[in-house]
């Protein structure tokens, strides 16, 4: 279901409104106060869908829980960063984890495998243990920049995650977006994200991109349907923008609309209509 957008003259791509089931924005705070939580969801809140609590950001952050509940006020959910449940999990703490959890007010986890190397049958067995309790974003691929990336292997991994009770899926890049996903230059593995689209729903999968180039290059494949994560807390509005065909990586995406058929405001002339009232008088 789409909605208008800003002042609504323009026409834009197509963009799906809270609560969204694709076209998701998943933003890192890697520390946010609560004054910096506030100022992004005025800015910004209505292009928010998940915030990530970074790494163990949450462990040690004050206020954790009263960020979740204005979130949560604003249509926004927030998950902690999988790295924390590994360590919980390598520490025998899921279930203090889990509790924790449910005091803060969370509702959404993510698992992941990618900083411990956790074996992937043990990461479906935490994924079955958590669905019950909580929405599971399970992530895929390693943080090591040295591991092979083989396509064939994400694709079952991520499936076998699905299976095992995931709602979403998260494909790894890392907040610098040099692993996984992308090259040590940040180039887009496309070989990869083509054999993701094609054996998974698209719409199930949250593809990092914290690099501006690297989320047009996503907006241009998939449309701004693309689920795009680790978005800075300061390129929300930018990656809007993309989306949307408002900035000149995405021009491109904007609907054809013929010059001579588009309406006019009213009290605002037309370049044709201005030409004829400034036009020097015939002279006899």
Known sequence: MSTQIGPGFLSLPPRSHKPRVDGLTHVLDKGLSMVGLESLLAAAGDSVDIIKLGWGTAYVSDGVKAKVRVARAAGVHMCPGGTLLEICDRQGRVEDYARWMHRLGITHVEVSNGALGM???????????LAQEFTVLSECGSKDPG?????????????????????????????????????PNGEVRAELVEAIVTALPPGLVIFEAPRKDQQAWFVRRLGAVANLGNIPTDEVIALETLRLGLRSDTLDLLPDVPLDQGPTSPGIRSDKATHLTHARPATA
């Open 119 to 129: 074996e992937a049958s043990h990461k479906r067995e935490l994924i079955r243990r």
């Open 147 to 183: 591991v092979d990336v083989v396509a064939d292997a994400w694709v079952e991994e991520m499936s076998g995650d699905l299976e095992a009770g995931a709602s979403l899926l998260i494909a790894e890049a890392r907040e610098s977006g040099t692993v996984g996903l992308y090259e």
